[in-house]
């Protein structure tokens, strides 16, 4: 998913090398049935070349989730060795975030969309590896061939256009040399610590966009200004971006090189991390309702025999069963929105202060999608969105959630063409109380109001709903002005926090917002959950240089997890 500390925003000029890069293709490796892992059952099914079972010998590893970071935690502990995992995944496929669906023959990311970032990226290694397609996305090119929309039907000249080209363009240079340069100088962030990300971009924006225009000109670049703060409501993940802080831009790091997407799907990455897993080990349908530890001081007692110090009660949501497991570690790699809202009724003794403290700091707002498919696109072949600028230039959230909808990117390629809108906070949440129709309605008369009655309605809406998601209960994480990144870490901190524990890293956590770095990314996620695996490798010496995938070849998949 994107996020505003631009993981979404490239330097605008890249050489042609690295665009190359991004668009080559390696000969594929295998051939892949891209949602054969995702069917419902007890357990994963089972793919080829996929290692054939779990072994009960070892240090036993209970991972809580099978996203991305959960699915990397236990390829890079199986690829060294210890095998005794067990993976409980409470939906009925694996991914977590990462979810693609069909829609005829279009291929609709719910969830992410964006690999960010080439250099260093292990998903996009992963995607290059097994012979994905890879496109570039390139976000001065797409709002070039844009479609601009006035209310009414009114029309833009082509020299207005080029006005809201240039001044989009500018705000990426904005983002960019904020990023670049002004966040890497102390004295910046000293005068704006306190500053929200809004009041800066208000004034940056007074100075190089608004400056010297006037009348109909700056009515209509006043009136842009709105796209740009919906677009980076969009990329932090929050309903208001006066809630995001400058400082998140310094602890954020971004990948250099393009972003890009995946047209068949983002999901074709799991499938490649999931084979080297035990297929035994992954269990779907299997929702953690309790984890006892033991912290040292009130402890819990409840050990196998007193020999495993962590217990881990699920319910087996197939047959309605409870199922209790014991475990030396348990990497618990679920959404901060299922810990915030979970955790006090799930782990005993309660998580200590610090980190619960973290979890309800941290912004984690809803954002989701609706996907639009037409028999007939009525948008040219060439174009590459749909934007729809109002003449009003309040930037606050606006009565209805339809206001937030301003620009449609185009997907797909072909008469497999579709539009994608966001909405994100509190019109986000709204969106989800409606029916799928319902949106796909509204959508309609908000295009025969800005481009013309002539536009159909569509053959297929669907809209995410990742805030009332059980498993999610949101999007991604920010910084807001009150968090830090030692927030991050703290949230990130193995338990017990005493090095001299009995039995140490009983409770270890993963997933995006415990990634410093790479907070709101894929590959934060993955990262993290890498770092987890290493940190119980360390514990029990074992050698990460030498990493092997099934039966003993060498694995270009492992090769990546292998790099923290």
Known sequence: MPHLVTPQLRRLVSSAHDKNLLTKRLPPTASFTVHSHCTAGKHCAMLQGQKAAASSKGPKVVIVGAGISGLAAAAKLSANN????????????????????????????????????ADGNPILAIARSIGAKVEVWDYAEKIEKAGWHRKNGRRFSNAEIKMLQEAYKTHLAIIENMIFTECKDEDFLHEHRRQNVLNFFEEVWEEQILRGRTGEEEEILRS????????????????????CAIHSFAVYETLQGYDSVLPGGYDKILEPVAREIPESAIRLNSAVERIEWNDGVGGCGCHDNGKKPVRVIYNDLASGRKETVYADHVIVTVSIGCLHRYGPSTFFPPLPEDKTSACKRLSFDTVNKIALAYDQPFWSRDQTAVILLADDVTLGKGEHWSRDLIQFNVRGSGDARWLEGWLCGDHADEVEKLTNDEVGKTCTELFRKFVGPHVPEPTVTHVTRWGSDRFCH???????????????????????????ATHPLQLLFAGEATSRKYFGTVHGAMFSGQREADRILRHYSKAVGSVKGCNGVDSKVLQQLSKV
């Open 82 to 117: 210890i095998n005794n995992l067990l993976v409980l995944e409470g939906k009925n496929r694996i991914g977590g975030r990462i979810s693609t669906i069909k829609i005829g023959d279009r291929f609709v990311e719910e969830g992410a969309t964006w690999i960010h970032g």
């Open 224 to 243: 842009s200004l709105r796209l740009l703060y919906h677009k980076e409501c969009q990329d932090a993940g929050v309903k208001d971006i006066r809630d």
């Open 474 to 500: 949101g999007s991604y994480a920010c910084l807001n002005r009150d968090t830090t990144g030692d927030d991050i870490d703290n949230l990130a901190a193995p338990l017990p926090g005493n090095k001299d």
